[in-house]
């Protein structure tokens, strides 16, 4: 699936990735390929995405890795919007 994590600055990253977890205003919560259409909010927490991705290296202080291999953004807040396997986070 297609991922864009758009803050109010720039663009800071777009690519296909494995999978993306968000942390919903009810719950943290995961999408991966086909999931079903949808929008949310986002609350303080962190986005990790899962998947062989290449960050820009103008954004690679923002973002940091896991254990586990993911890749994390941690946001304030924002929304994102899921829908025919591309994913929009709006991220502040």
């Not at 919903?24 to 986005?47: C, K, R, W, Y």
């Not at 890749?71 to 829908?83: F, N, P, Q, R, Y």
């Amino acid at each position: 699936m297609y991922l864009e994590i758009v803050s109010p600055e720039a663009t800071l990253f777009a690519g296909e990735v494995t999978s993306v977890t968000v942390p919903g205003v009810n719950g943290e919560f995961q999408m991966l390929t086909d999931h079903a259409p949808i929008v949310s909010l986002l609350q303080a927490g962190d986005v990790k995405v899962d998947g062989n991705i290449d960050i820009d290296e103008a954004y690679a202080s923002r973002f940091s890795k896991t254990d586990d291999g993911k890749t994390v953004l941690a946001i304030t807040s924002g929304t994102i919007e899921m829908k025919d396997n591309r994913v929009i986070v709006l991220a502040d």
